[in-house]
Structure formats: structure tokens, C-alpha cells
């Protein structure tokens, strides 16, 4: 039970600072926050970038790095007599094999040259265009109104970009309508999903198109509390928020903004672990409902939205909802496809929401080598078959398909992958990612991942006796999407690619 | 008065109140929902999943323990889809836990309610996960044992420890498969906030606490016979099970939380001080001083009369107030009451004391 005057909120930054978890700086930091030192401990020891001190260089194990060599290139600092962490996906898919040094700069080992779209001042985020600093859709606005900006972006269309794609202005509206008045905005930046890396991009290159529509959010929701939740991998990007901050001070003055670092857990993109995570607890999902627009951080109303959601705003508010709508084919917008993998120009891309993965791909200079699969939406999303290069890569058709559009990390895998090997790579994340509350998915993850593993060195498909089974359970048991997605890889590969998973 | 109204349970429309869970509307009804996780003086966190329900126009299944009635619910608790759901969980706690020579989980002294749930659904014989799932082998506390592989991570000790002792000594700690039950630093519980008061052996569901001092295999001695006690280390007055094997105590149980006033809890005295019971230099029956001064036994009769003899020997020299009555913190209130109208009613005097007073 806490005491009502500890400070919660702060162990996680103050044991990173004391060089993460050991005895000693639990108990510092217990005594400094008045928070019980299991309690330290425990939540301390959940996160990868503070659970065991010491300096290592930390080699990615995304998909894209997997098949751009991260395995060797782990050899090869292990063998040089150096410490290594194979670590989940560190969001520079198309500079793979990314890694972090000891000292936690990013450094990777990329061959191929990584690209974003040209400038086109009709894209909604147009990350090659100008820097606008007059934050003149904020002024704009707040004469609209909350009423006029909510009609704009339920006109627009606008669906969450962080993965589920749900309708923007119902959670605004959800907000608004509380009887609490002290509410939060909260920005997810933890950016994490395999494959992704349009928000880094957008924060790097865009960063006040994000800071203006969270004040426009913060506006319209009657707060001036701002916070935004960003992966502690994100070095560059954090500085660049900052910056950002303070370059529009005085167009910012009426809003406070808090960025808060992430310590190493992918879960913590979901929503309700980001909270937890964000009041100095383990990153564990909550139970729906209550859904964070009723209570959220600290309990209170919250509106979150994922960086790229926000980002769309201010566009929104200048040019209109009707716009901003026709900027899509199929549904709503343009759209931040990341694509890696066996494909010439990796980047980011904004394209029309609904282009297909081979529009996308001439886009991103062609394919290396012959396609076989293609993953859509981050490791979430599974796995589909280059023959369906002609499906629209939108919510609604890439769910239909069985898959999902996620955070539209695409990744192109070519016939030299082995595709029982590839969802290996993808198990393995999700086991390793897994918070460990509820069995289904801590449980399970873990138990596909062998079967595979033992697939992989036996040749015997009766590994997967049992693994429709888990699947399902997986699905309808577990408390959060990762664990409802977790089997996913595995599925949609057995699914799609039979031939990979015959007896050898 | 909380609002009533009516959902439909399994087809059946039941009674309902505002605020209640399904849980809780079907406990009261008889209508059996199973769990691991709950406990009803802890938030529930639907963690284990063994309740999930089915919602009527809730897309997922919904814990029971958690989920929240209105009126006109209906709410299925069996049916293939939750059967096929119990069924795959059981199998994939049972491949995460330790099992015995038939292949279900093996069984504490304190018994197993996973057990019991594995033996209601197929056995899909997973292969084990083989969780790397850290304990406290350095942890030198004399009460308190942690076995991880019989560990369901429902975190009921956890939050025991914390919602109801307030005392935070232990935590989930790590992530994913690894997570496990810590301390902090993984120190012996003796050097932590832990008061040893054993409420986590008593709400963990599957025997992974149990108590050093017990017999690990009392379940398969043929159990025990339990006998309903007061604790008498203070005056509180906390009801406790005696758990009885072979003419002695083995174990002491709160009894379930919400029957007596200790509501399931107990304290490190309570719990586990109650070797003194067997002990060599228990006085079981009174004693007197003969002329020698060796004690020498009496029966009660004899006792008591040579107590009030000696007693009223001294008013009757120095007046009442020369006497003075003390009793024992251990005494119960009724005890401590018939003390003082022992005093006052009998002796006449106002001289008494309980050494709990002050």
C-alpha cells in the first residue's frame, strides 16, 4: 500500500540514473520516493534497459535485422571478446543491423540507402516538407471551437495510426463528455512494433506537426497537461522533442508538456501498460473497462493517441476534414507505410491509405530478389503470401485477410527465407515481450516458440500437434492484444506456406 | 439500498445489485465459476483467466471476477467455447508447472486448486515450457517456503501483501516466462518488511507457499482434523483452525475471510507459534507447592481453593486493597473481564490490571 505522499512517477528514471537495478540503488531509490523497495525492485525489473546493470552493446533481432545478418554481427562483438544483448526491434528496420552501443548510441550497419517521400505539400505529414512554425492551426483552432475541430476530424475519417485504428473523434467526444475535469493528453511514442519506424521519422523530421496537434488535442479537451511516453532506445528522438519544445515556447506557453523515457518494454505501447508504466508501475495491461478516456493516467480522463494520429491534426484543421478524407483510396488519409526487408529503397513512404505492396514497393525502388511473403503490419500482423501483393494495405481489407494493418511496418521477405525460421524470429520477440500477467499469452508464447524451435531442428511437423489449440486460447484468453496476436506468425506461416513446414 | 434488478445467467434470470460482479452474483446463486486469482478481500485483476464468461454483446470473453452486472445482462458460464477456452488453459498452466508421477499438478501440503481444475478437462499432454523461473534459495526465514514451479503467477500473495498487510515484502519481478515471485535484492524474507505473518501461504491457490514447518505430504498422510480455537497470544480474539495429525498440531489456518473477525488473516504468533503446544515444559495441569516447596499436582478443585485460602488469608490481615489482580495479554476479553469481577466482586478491590494497558 502506497503512502499517499511517494513519489512513484519517478523510480524508473532515477534507477536508470543510478545505472539500473542492484540492491543498493533500490534502496536509495526507495528511500528517496518513499516507494517500498520490493516494489522498486519489481517494477525496476521488468524493464530491459535498467534490469541488469552493466554496459553491453545491444544487437537488434527484428525481422529486418534477422535477415540483414544481426546473427553473425552478434558473433562477431561476442567474439571480439565484447558484452552483447540480442535486444527486440530498435525501429531502424530500414538501417538494418541496427544496434546500440555500450554507451547507447545508435549505430547501424546498413548497405542499402534509406529513403522518405519527396515533398508534396498536399500530404498530410509530409516529412521532406518545410518546418511551420507558426502553429497557426492551433490558433485556428481554438476560434473553430471543440465542437467545429471534432466535427473536422470525425469528417476526415481519421483512424488511430498506432494499430487499431479506431475513430479519433469517439474518443475525443469520450473525453469530453466525463464529469472529471482534470484531464491528460498522452502521446505514444513508444514506438516498438517490428518493422516500425514512421513515428522516429516524424519526430526527427516533423516534430512540431506532433507538438501542435497535442496542444490542439489539450485544447479541445479543456487541459493543458501534456504528456508524451517515448522508447528509451529513442535517443535522437527524445532530444528532438525537446528541442522542439522549446523552439515554440511561446506558441506552447498555455501547455505543459512532459516527456517521459521509456526503459525497454515493447507492451508499454499499449495503452493502458504505457499508464501503468507512466505511474512508475510494471507495464502490465489493464482490464477494459474502465477504457483510459474514462480513467486513464493517474486515474483521470485520457485522451491517447499515437504520434502519427496526432500528427495528422493540424493538416486537418488547415485544409479541412474533406481534405484531409481524400487524401485516401480506400479509407481516410494518406498514410506512413515503413517498408524494409528485401527491398531496394527502404524508408518511409506516404501514400494514399489503400495502396498495395506492390505500388508501395515501386515506391521504395522495387524488390531484391524474387518476393515470397510480406509481412503488413509490424510481427502483430503475421504473415501473407506475395500473391496477395494486389490487397489494398488498409484497416479493414488487411483484417479481412486475416491480418492486420497495425502500424503498417512492412516488411518484404524473398524466397531465401525460410519461413518456419521467420516466425521463429517473431515468437521469440513476442515470448521475450510478453509482460507475464495473465498465462494465455506468458504461457503460451513460450510453448510455440519450442514447438517451432523443435520443428526447426527435427523436421517434424507433429511439433505443431497442439498449436491451433494454443493459438485459439491465445486469442481468446489473453488480457491485451500482444498476447491475442502473439501466435500470429506462426499461424499465418503454416497458413500461407505449407511447404515450409512439411517433414524434412 | 443499491438498485436491484434482474440478468440472465446461463438462461436463468437471477437477482442482481448495482456494483456486484458476475462473479459474485453467481457465488450467490450457486452457480459455480471457477478461479484461481480471486480472493475477496483483493481488487480483483482477472489475471489467471480461469473465469472468463461469455458477455452477450462482448466480442471477447470477460472475467467474471472483474466484470460488473447491469441490469438485463446475460451472461453464459457454460458453453464449447468456454469449455474449449478451460480446457487449453489448464493444459498450459499444467505445462508451466511442476506435475507428480500421474501427470497432474503436483500436490503441497496445502493442496493444489489447479489440481482439481485439471482433472474437470482432457489431458493434452503439452510438452513443459521449462519457465526459467528464479526462487530465493539463500531465503533462511524458518515459516515460509517458495516453490516457483508450482507458482501460477496469480499474484495473490503479492497483493495480499500489499492491499491487506500494507507491508510490501514481496512483488512480481521480471517479465514474461521468467516472472516470478521476489524480494527485493532476492534477500531472505527476514531481512525485508515481511512481518511473517503467512497470509501469502494462506491465499495462494496451489500450494507454491506452503509452511516449512508443516509436513510437506499431509495430504497424502490422509490430511488432517481440524479444530476451531481462539488464539490466545492476545486479546483480539482471532479465530484459528488447528490442523491436527496424529494427536498433534501440524499447521494453524485462519478460518475463510468474512467468517470471523479476523477475516482469513493471522499474525506471525498466531500462525506459527504453536509449538509450545507439544512442548516438554507445558504445564498441563495445576500445580502446588507442598511443604518442601516442590510443585506437586493438584486437580483444579484443589487449586482453586488454595488460591482463594491464600488470598483471603491476606485481606482478612491487610484489608483488601492490600491485594492486587494482573492478567495476561494472552487472555481474552471475556478472561480479562471475569479478572477484574473477580477483584471487585469477590476481593473488593479496585486493584487490577492487564499488563496489555499500558
Keep these: ?504 | 439500498m443499491s438498485e436491484s434488478f434482474k440478468i440472465k445467467l446461463d438462461g436463468k434470470s437471477v437477482a442482481a445489485n448495482a456494483g456486484e460482479t458476475v462473479f459474485e452474483v453467481a457465488k450467490r446463486v450457486g452457480v459455480d465459476i471457477p478461479t484461481l486469482c480471486h480472493d475477496s478481500r483483493l481488487e480483483p485483476v482477472g489475471a489467471c483467466r480461469v473465469c472468463l464468461v461469455e458477455v452477450q454483446g462482448q466480442r471477447r470473453l470477460q472475467p467474471g471476477c472483474a466484470w460488473v452486472v447491469t441490469s438485463d445482462m446475460e451472461i453464459q458460464t457454460h458453453n464449447d467455447r468456454i469449455q474449449r477456452h478451460r480446457t487449453v488453459l489448464y493444459n498450459l498452466y499444467k505445462s508451466d508447472h511442476e506435475l507428480d508421477s500421474t501427470g497432474l499438478p503436483l500436490e503441497t501440503g496445502n493442496g493444489n486448486q489447479l489440481r482439481e481444475l485439471c482433472q474437470t478437462v482432457p489431458d493434452m499432454k503439452l510438452a513443459p515450457v521449462d519457465a526459467a523461473r528464479s526462487d530465493r534459495p539463500m531465503d533462511d526465514n524458518p515459516y515460509i517456503q517458495f516453490e516457483p514451479d508450482l507458482c501460477i503467477l496469480c499474484a495473490r500473495c503479492t497483493r495480499y501483501c500489499d492491499e491487506v498487510e500494507a507491508v510490501n515484502a514481496i512483488t512480481l519481478s521480471n517479465r514474461g516466462s521468467a516472472t516470478t515471485i521476489a524480494t527485493a535484492g532476492q534477500r531472505s524474507l527476514i531481512d525485508t518488511t515481511c512481518e511473517l505473518c503467512g497470509g501469502c501461504i494462506d491465499t495462494c491457490p496451489t500450494g507454491a507457499l506452503i509452511e516449512k514447518k508443516a509436513p510437506k505430504n499431509l495430504v497424502q498422510l490422509g490430511g488432517t482434523e481440524s479444530f476451531r480455537s481462539t488464539c490466545n497470544f492476545c486479546g483480539v480474539g482471532c479465530q484459528l483452525d488447528l490442523h491436527v495429525h496424529n494427536d498433534r498440531v501440524v499447521k494453524v489456518t485462519s478460518p475463510e475471510p468474512g467468517e470471523t473477525l479476523n477475516d482469513g488473516n493471522l499474525c506471525v504468533k498466531g500462525r506459527f507459534a504453536y509449538d509450545f503446544i507439544h512442548h516438554q515444559d507445558r504445564i498441563t495441569q495445576p500445580l502446588i507447592r507442598d511443604f518442601n516447596g516442590d510443585l506437586q499436582p493438584a486437580t483444579w478443585e484443589e487449586a482453586i481453593a488454595a488460591t482463594a485460602k491464600g488470598l483471603n488469608q491476606v485481606r482478612e490481615k491487610y484489608g483488601s486493597d492490600s491485594l492486587g489482580f494482573i492478567s495476561s495479554s494472552r487472555c481474552t476479553g471475556e478472561e480479562n473481564y471475569l479478572m477484574q469481577k473477580v477483584a471487585r466482586a469477590a476481593f473488593g478491590t479496585n486493584n487490577v490490571h492487564q499488563c496489555a494497558a499500558t
Design chain 1, 1 to 504: 500500500m502506497l503512502k499517499p505522499d511517494a513519489q512513484r512517477e519517478k523510480i524508473l528514471d532515477l534507477l536508470e540514473h543510478a545505472g539500473g537495478v542492484t540492491e543498493e540503488s533500490v534502496r536509495q531509490v526507495s528511500k528517496e520516493t518513499g516507494v517500498p523497495e520490493a516494489d522498486v525492485w519489481g517494477t525496476g525489473k521488468f524493464y530491459s534497459l535498467i534490469d541488469t546493470p552493466g554496459k553491453r552493446t545491444r544487437v537488434c533481432d527484428g525481422l529486418s535485422c534477422q535477415m540483414a545478418g544481426a546473427d553473425e554481427l552478434a558473433k562477431s562483438i561476442e567474439d571480439a571478446g565484447r558484452a552483447c544483448e540480442r535486444v527486440s526491434c530498435l525501429g531502424q528496420c530500414d538501417l538494418a543491423v541496427a544496434t546500440l552501443t555500450e554507451d547507447m548510441q545508435l549505430k547501424t550497419y546498413t548497405k542499402k540507402q534509406t529513403t522518405i517521400s519527396p515533398d508534396d505539400p498536399d500530404l498530410a505529414i509530409n516529412l521532406a516538407g518545410p518546418v511551420d512554425l507558426s502553429y497557426s492551426a492551433l490558433k485556428k483552432a481554438i476560434v473553430l471551437g471543440a465542437s467545429g475541430v471534432i466535427d473536422e476530424i470525425e469528417a476526415s475519417g481519421l483512424q488511430g495510426r498506432g494499430g487499431a485504428g479506431f475513430p479519433a473523434h469517439i474518443k475525443w467526444k469520450s473525453v469530453r463528455s466525463q464529469p472529471e475535469t482534470q484531464r491528460y493528453v498522452v502521446c505514444n511514442a513508444d514506438e516498438a512494433e517490428p518493422g516500425t519506424f514512421k513515428d522516429r521519422e516524424t519526430i526527427l523530421r516533423q516534430p512540431h506537426k506532433m507538438l501542435e496537434g497535442l496542444a490542439i488535442t489539450a485544447a479541445m479537451i479543456e487541459t493543458s497537461e501534456i504528456y508524451i511516453y517515448i522508447r528509451g532506445e529513442y535517443g535522437n528522438e527524445y532530444a528532438s522533442i525537446n528541442r522542439a519544445i522549446k523552439e515554440a515556447q511561446t506558441q506552447l506557453a498555455e501547455f505543459n508538456f512532459t516527456v517521459v523515457r521509456g526503459h525497454g518494454a515493447y507492451i508499454c505501447g499499449e495503452e493502458t501498460a504505457l499508464l501503468e508504466s507512466l505511474e512508475g508501475k510494471r507495464g502490465m495491461p489493464r482490464l477494459k473497462p474502465p477504457f483510459p478516456t474514462e480513467a486513464g493516467f493517474r486515474g483521470k480522463p485520457s485522451l491517447i493517441h499515437n504520434v502519427e494520429t496526432i500528427a495528422c491534426v493540424p493538416s486537418i484543421i488547415h485544409r479541412g476534414g474533406e481534405h484531409f478524407k481524400n487524401l485516401g483510396r480506400s479509407e481516410p488519409g494518406s498514410k506512413l507505410y515503413c517498408i524494409s526487408g528485401h527491398v531496394e529503397l527502404p524508408g518511409v513512404y506516404e501514400l494514399p491509405l489503400g495502396v498495395t505492396l506492390d505500388e508501395l514497393v515501386a515506391a521504395a525502388g522495387g524488390y531484391t530478389g524474387t518476393p515470397l511473403a510480406f509481412s503488413p503490419g509490424g510481427a502483430s500482423s503475421g504473415f501473407l503470401p506475395i500473391s496477395m501483393r494486389e490487397l489494398p494495405l488498409d484497416y479493414k481489407n488487411l483484417a479481412n485477410a486475416g491480418s492486420m494493418m497495425g502500424s503498417s511496418g512492412i516488411v518484404v521477405l524473398n524466397d531465401t527465407v525460410d519461413m518456419a525460421q521467420a516466425a521463429g524470429w517473431q515468437l521469440e520477440f513476442f515470448e521475450r515481450e510478453s509482460c507475464g500477467q495473465c498465462a494465455p499469452c506468458r504461457i503460451g508464447s513460450r510453448y510455440l516458440r519450442r514447438q517451432n524451435d523443435v520443428y526447426l531442428k527435427l523436421g517434424d511437423p507433429i511439433a505443431f500437434e497442439h498449436a491451433d489449440d494454443v493459438a485459439w486460447e491465445m486469442e481468446e484468453g489473453s488480457i491485451c492484444g500482444l498476447g491475442m496476436v502473439a501466435a500470429k506468425p506462426l499461424e499465418s506461416a503454416r497458413k500461407h506456406f505449407p511447404d515450409h513446414f512439411k517433414t524434412k
